[in-house]
């Protein structure tokens, strides 16, 4: 009935063991509850552990409940003692390995380190028996007296420990310093623990204290910031929802709201608050709200749970209209169902920030299959344009010049013309201007694309050249971040004089820039091809910003009226003034007027009273493949 040695063992109480079952069961409750992210491999080892300490703490508590008890047969005791040595021993194996994925440190072959570990758990198992056979160890004898002697499983607890405090701190800076800090000061604690209980001669702790470092990681690496003000989750886990849902077969909606500035409202306002709270909580069954960094709420949930999706979506859109009645901030709504045609689950919510860039504010937009094309279309040509850029060949294939042919009033030919890219490529076969000049300008990557059309209309020219045809010039688009790169004029030099052509037969096309800085790049380009030669036209003028001033500093030879104000000068007699004063204002100084979008035979007669000298539209030619302006020119 009693230890045989007192200093053998210590007391022991089943509290810290109960406290520490209840935790694992409120761990469990709370993980599937909360919005925790659930990465496969990782999370499998949390919730293995938390098994595992549960039958840890419950294989002591039996084993000390009933090693005072003469009735228990010594076996179960064995049993109950052997279980929770070797759960604990797994649980900590278990830990390692966890830890070890965050440092990179995962072991590459998985299968050796398995059977490693089941080598070391299986020495101490044989290790313990034998110690207990020698009565060197634990052991009951037949006057049921037991023994703690020598235990070999705690020497492996300390060589576990003393290996993860090593690992975390030799690899600490493949952590964040606020993980790092948190793993090390729960793992102090618990040894702290430890060693408090062995003053007082306790073993009731042992479980809780390895029980500790095991909650640090759910809390450390899987916790999903919550925001109270708005009760959505961070992004992070979105992605990993919606693949869950999509590999059970269900059918998912994902809606989003995006309403710049809305943190700081919701701050201020309660009302609104409150508002908010009830509009995305409209009766939806399991339903999650995401909160994504530039104040766009996404709510998820399953059709199959909301069999009258299709209402709550209208009712909410309803309510969502009220709000705005009352509280007049801008917003954006987007509804998108999932679908097949999407590839990657992360591509949902760029096909809905796709979209959010390109609708007006204080609308609701519909994603259809026609949006998801068009968003992989615009992400395939981002990646052929990517790979143009890289390769730097100029005459790459997959660039095509077009020309439109321009009329010269005062000779009645079509002595000059404008050079216009087009795209083809494999999978969406012609590409036009307005679906790839934004993307490559956004990225960075259209200078490639305009030195390659400059050096393919040099080559055009010099056969035309060559071949006895009459040609003036042709004029190039060039953005305005050509201008920004320091070689721009070496480049237009280099291309055109390796071409073996005139400076003069090659224009430069630019639009108006907004910018100081860009406006005096565009000064100084000028100035500098110029003197060679090269002439220079100002692109669409009367579309927006149009600053007389300034476009009188820049000699550019050739002013190119955009269609729009051809359209304008239609409405009435006051803007056909407008315009015509325009047009003369510049005869006046010298520059040559070219009108562009001629349609028919009123447009061209209007152009011609306009002071054009210069005529470009539909009405003589679309534009065509550079091969084929031949149609258009004098032969000598
Ligand atoms: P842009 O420079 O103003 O070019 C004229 C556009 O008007 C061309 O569209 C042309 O097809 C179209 N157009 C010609 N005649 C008529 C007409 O009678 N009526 C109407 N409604 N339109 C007419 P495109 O080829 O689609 O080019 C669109 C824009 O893309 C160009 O506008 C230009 O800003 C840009 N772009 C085209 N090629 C290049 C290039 O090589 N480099 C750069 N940076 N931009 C280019
Ligand atoms: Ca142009
Ligand atoms: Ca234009």
Redesign the pocket.
């Known amino acids: 009935m009693f230890a045989i040695s007192d200093l053998n063992i210590g007391s022991y109480t089943p509290v810290g063991d109960i406290i520490a079952l209840s935790l694992c069961i409120i761990m469990v409750i709370l993980v599937k509850q909360t919005y925790i992210r659930k990465e496969k491999s990782r999370f499998f080892i949390i919730m293995h552990i938390l098994a595992f300490m549960l039958i840890v703490a419950s294989a002591n508590i039996f084993m000390q409940t009933y090693i005072v008890k003469e009735t228990v047969s010594p076996p179960f005791i064995y049993i109950m003692r052997m279980l929770h040595h070797v759960f604990l021993s797994m649980t900590m194996f278990l830990y390692i390995r966890y830890v070890q994925g965050s440092l990179w440190l995962l072991p590459k072959d998985k299968k050796r380190s398995r059977i490693a570990i089941a080598v070391i758990i299986l020495s101490a198992i044989t290790l313990d028996i034998i110690l207990s056979v020698f009565k060197v160890g634990f052991y009951i004898n037949k006057k049921h007296e037991y023994s703690a002697g020598l235990d070999c499983f705690e020497i492996l607890y300390i060589v576990f420990t003393v290996n993860i405090i090593y690992m975390l701190i030799k690899y600490r800076k493949r952590l964040l310093i606020k993980v790092f800090t948190g793993l090390i000061s729960v793992l102090v604690m618990s040894n702290l623990l430890l060693c408090i209980q062995s003053i007082f001669k306790q073993i009731s702790y042992t479980t809780i204290c390895c029980l500790l470092p095991m909650i640090s990681i759910i809390f450390l690496f899987h916790s999903n910031p919550y925001n109270t003000d708005t009760g959505a989750v961070s992004s992070e886990f979105f992605a990993q929802e919606v693949k869950e849902n999509l590999a059970k077969g269900n059918e998912m909606v994902i809606m989003c709201c995006h309403i710049p500035g809305f943190s700081v409202y919701i701050a201020k306002s309660p009302v609104l608050k409150t508002e908010f709270m009830d509009f995305f909580r409209v009766n939806i069954k399991k339903s999650i709200l995401y909160s994504f960094p530039n104040d766009s709420f996404v709510l998820t949930f399953t059709k199959q749970k909301n069999s009258d999706y299709e209402k709550l979506v209208d009712r909410m859109l309803g309510n969502f209209a009220m709000s705005y009645a009352k509280f007049k901030i801008d917003y954006k709504i987007i509804i998108m169902e999932s679908s097949d045609s999407v590839i990657d689950v992360n591509d949902y919510h760029n096909i809905i920030e796709y979209n959010d860039l390109k609708m007006p504010f204080n609308t609701v937009v519909r994603i259809t299959p026609e949006d998801i094309k068009e968003y992989y279309d615009k992400n395939y040509i981002l990646s052929q344009l990517e790979d143009i850029a890289a390769r730097k060949d100029l005459s790459d294939p997959r660039i095509l010049v077009?020309c439109?042919p321009v009329l010269n009033i005062n000779t009645g030919q079509y002595d000059t013309a404008?050079?216009?890219?087009r795209l083809k490529l494999e999978k969406t076969g012609m590409v036009?201007?307005?679906q790839f000049?934004p993307i490559a300008e956004k990225f960075n990557l259209?200078h490639n694309?305009?030195m390659i059309?400059l050096n393919k209309t040099c080559a055009a020219l010099k056969r035309f050249i060559e071949d006895g045809y009459i040609i003036k010039r042709i004029s190039?688009?060039?953005?305005a971040i050509d201008l920004r790169y320091d070689s721009f004029c070496d480049e237009v030099k280099g291309i055109i004089e390796s071409n073996g052509i005139e400076y003069g037969k090659i224009a430069v096309?630019i639009?108006e820039s907004r910018s100081d800085a860009d406006f005096n790049l565009m000064k100084q380009r000028v100035m500098q091809l110029q003197d060679l030669g090269i002439k220079f036209y100002l692109?669409?003028f009367g579309t927006g910003y149009s600053n007389f001033e300034r476009i009188m500093e820049i000699p550019f030879d050739i002013i190119k009226f955009?269609?729009s104000l051809l359209i304008e000068s239609l409405k009435n007699s006051s803007s056909q003034y407008m315009v015509k004063t325009f047009a003369n204002m510049f005869h006046e100084l010298k520059y040559s007027i070219l009108f562009?979008?001629?349609?028919n035979e009123y447009d061209e007669d209007r152009c011609k009273l306009m002071m054009a000298q210069y005529l470009?539209?539909?009405?003589y030619s679309?534009?065509i493949p550079i091969e084929e302006l031949t149609k258009f020119l004098l032969h000598v």
Not at 418 to 421: D, I, Q, R, S
């Open positions: 077009y439109q404008e050079a216009l890219m036009f201007p307005d000049i259209i694309l305009s059309i190039v688009n060039f953005s096309e639009t692109d669409d955009d269609r562009e979008g001629v349609e470009q539209g539909y009405k679309k534009p």
